[in-house]
């Protein structure tokens, strides 16, 4: 099955070919990508919940922009010796779309800052708070002696004597 395209434009799920059943999971399923590398995208299928993990891997695209390859077993087994892409591959192209493909073949291993910015911690800063206590930033206890609470009149939380004894608000 190969995709049709009816914005006019030719797109990249259009130049893949792939079975229904292969485009039914990928619309069923819930996908989370992550650029790991020039041309190389992770791709988990996070609908496993807590063993999503056992379901990530790694799909690689080509300067255009197609994924080209998965370390998905079933493509390798099952999708690649048919000329097919996989549910990864198909997710990247029609899931992620031009922004991610274009991104992931966009994409600089760089480990250094490319800007003119520079770091500034909160140490640095000439507002910041030295963690002494002031008139501002000590607690003020409630009636009833409970220093984490806002009082029986504050806007956060109360401790529960306060709350019960709020008046309830007028409609």
Request: net charge negative; aromatic share 8%; proline share 8%.
């Amino acid at each position: 099955m190969q995709a049709n395209d009816t914005s006019g434009q030719k797109s990249t799920v259009a130049e893949l070919e792939f079975d229904n059943n292969t485009s039914k999971r990928v619309a069923y399923s819930e996908w989370e990508f992550t650029i790991v590398a020039p041309f190389e995208i992770e791709v988990r299928n996070a609908t496993y919940g807590p063993f999503e993990d056992e379901h990530t891997y790694r799909v690689m695209i080509n300067e255009r922009g197609i994924p080209v390859s998965c370390t998905c077993p079933g493509f390798k087994h099952h999708h690649e010796p048919n000329g097919r892409v996989g549910k990864h591959m198909l997710a990247v192209a029609a899931i992620g779309g031009p922004t991610l493909l274009d991104a992931a073949a966009a994409f600089s291993p760089h480990t250094t800052p490319s800007g003119d910015r520079e770091t500034e911690t909160i140490a640095d800063r000439s507002d910041a708070d030295d963690g002494s206590p002031t008139a501002e930033t000590e607690p003020e206890t409630c009636p009833n002696g409970n220093a984490r609470c806002d009082g029986p009149n504050g806007d956060g939380l109360s401790c529960f004597n306060c709350y019960r004894g709020r008046e309830s608000p007028t409609v």
